[in-house]
């Protein structure tokens, strides 16, 4: 199967129309069947400059649906603001005034994956290809929150523990006052420490 990695932070899948973040697998999102051709048709042109009229005729002449420019700078529009908020912050797609389109093609790497996880996958071609995923920032601050909510929880879990062991020793303590002999406090005769003759 084929998937492209697009700056080492996304991973578009032209099989399911899904774009997705390499860390987050919650972030995929489904571009229609018309923007699919449209990217597909961008990427596979590795940086050549394509024309709005071979662009029209390849991607709309499929569906003998109705054509035009306007359309085009729509669906161009519509695949820049789903990459900008996939974190994507450099555009990708280029445009050539009064020419066409292109991808920068520098950013984009072309594998072939086999059936199984993207995370997995993506670790080991972009091991093979040299080029490395980067955590991002939000992942490192998650991570950071998780360690700081373990640490918390375990400050909090000692703090009851101790609370309690001090309730429990003042109870035993108030206990043993109000008992009806002074000189037993919690089991120990303290007249016997006091005072080294019987009373």
Known sequence: MKKYLIDNQLIFNPEDRSLMRVDDDLSRTVITQISNRLFCLLLESDGSVITRDTILQQVWSRDSTTASRSNLNNYISSLRKQLSALGLEIPLIITEPKVGFRIDAGRVSVMAFPDEGPLENIQEISTRTGNKPQASATIKKHARGCIYSLKEGLLGLVTAV??????????KLITALLDSDPFRVMGVQFLYLILPFEV
Do not use: F, K, Q
């Open 162 to 171: 101790t609370v309690a062991a001090l309730a429990l020793l003042l109870w």
